[in-house]
């Protein structure tokens, strides 16, 4: 019902910064909140961050709270995850999601991600 595509993903070394951008089509009237997850080698997919349709309510991770910042432009259908300050513990690959609501347990379509590496 709805497609996602990534895009922004790289190798960037420890306190540098990433822009993410995913851009959704398709139904996207659905599922309107989108976000973020993550998954590093031999862990789960965790939570990173989440937008309501008009920007209004966000959620974040508490481990990239001040760091990392999603914004969307509806025009474009485009999500985006500015990340500075990066750790190691980063590392992961990015997934872009859909869902009903913000909160993580609602998403429910997902892009293929993009592979963000932090150097230290």
């Known amino acids: 019902q709805v497609q996602l595509v990534e895009s922004g993903g790289g190798l960037v070394q420890a306190g540098g910064s990433l822009r993410l951008s995913c851009v959704a089509s398709?139904?996207?009237?659905?599922?309107?909140?989108m976000g973020w997850f993550r998954q590093a080698p031999g862990k789960e997919r965790e939570f990173v961050a989440a937008?309501?349709?008009?920007?209004?309510?966000?959620n974040y991770a508490d481990s990239v709270k001040g760091r990392f910042t999603i914004s969307r432009d509806n025009a474009k259908n485009t999500v985006y995850l500015q990340m500075n300050s990066l750790k190691p513990e980063d590392t992961a690959v990015y997934y872009c999601?859909?869902?009903?609501?913000?909160?993580?347990?609602?998403?429910?379509?997902w892009g293929q991600g993009t592979q963000v590496t932090v150097s230290s």
């Open positions: 999601a859909a869902g009903i609501r913000t909160t993580p347990a609602d998403f429910r379509s």
């Open positions: 398709g139904r996207t009237f659905v599922f309107p909140a």
């Open positions: 937008i309501s349709w008009n920007g209004g309510i966000t």
